[in-house]
């Protein structure tokens, strides 16, 4: 089973929708938990981290589950300007960043 | 807003040869890390680094790779002897406490 892991997509989504990802991770002891987005031939670039209590940063509101072990993030009101490709990443203790492959959003006008 | 950059863009190299990848990372921060991301794949964490040693690396990161911080502000990747599969982009980040991580535009190594 691979470390984490999350639907690849592509998610082709109107303008104004809502969407939603899911992330899945297989390591119980994972501490901390992160959504990237990462536009083509790009840096990753920090989205959002992930509490246990979940949190909202605008349009954007990420969950984590840790007994069923996933973490989701949901994008209200979608722009053309969310098209990009969106990373979970979980860390656990004081190690690297672990990703999964990515799920690929299309916002279409 | 403190960045964390990388030179160079773009590297372009022939097989065997030796490259030195460059990253100042934000002037604050105390863990650095490398990662790599081959074309249509996901990132790959090779090494992490901490009061001047490595404090954690992947299988990737073999003995043709090494890092360093040669002064106060770089943090360098050297591969040794390049080959093919090592064409990638490489990603440095940073992280004031080892939690959030932030990442500079990459370097894409190109071994020809």
């Known amino acids: 089973r691979k470390e984490v892991e999350q639907d690849p997509g592509p998610f082709n989504v109107p303008e104004g929708a809502t969407v939603a990802f899911n992330c899945t991770y297989s390591?119980?002891?994972?501490?901390?938990f992160f959504w990237y987005r990462q536009d083509c031939r790009k840096e990753p670039k920090l989205l959002m981290s992930?509490?246990?209590s979940g949190n909202e940063d605008g349009r954007f509101t990420a969950q984590l589950n840790r007994a069923s072990q996933y973490i989701s993030l949901l994008i209200r009101d979608s722009k053309l300007s969310d098209s990009a490709t969106y990373l979970c990443?979980?860390?656990?203790?004081?190690?690297?960043?672990?990703f999964g492959s990515g799920t690929r959003l299309q916002v279409q006008p | 807003e403190p960045e964390v950059t990388q030179t160079p863009s773009h590297q372009v190299t022939q097989m065997g040869q030796e490259v030195i990848l460059r990253c100042v990372p934000i002037s604050n921060h105390l863990y650095f890390y490398w990662y790599r991301q081959i074309l249509g794949q996901k990132v790959e964490f090779l090494v992490s680094?901490?009061?001047?040693?490595?404090?954690?690396k992947s299988e990737i990161f073999d003995d043709q790779f090494s890092v360093e911080r040669p002064d106060g502000s770089n943090f360098t990747l050297k591969i040794r002897s390049t080959k093919l599969e090592d064409s990638a982009m490489y990603f440095c980040?940073?992280?004031?406490?080892?939690?959030?991580?932030?990442f500079g535009p990459g370097t894409r190594l190109t071994v020809l």
């Open positions: 390591n119980s002891a994972s501490q901390s």
């Open positions: 990443a979980v860390k656990v203790g004081r190690r690297a960043l672990t």
């Open positions: 980040a940073s992280t004031p406490d080892r939690d959030t991580q932030y």
């Open positions: 680094f901490y009061n001047n040693e490595i404090s954690e």
């Open positions: 992930v509490y246990s």
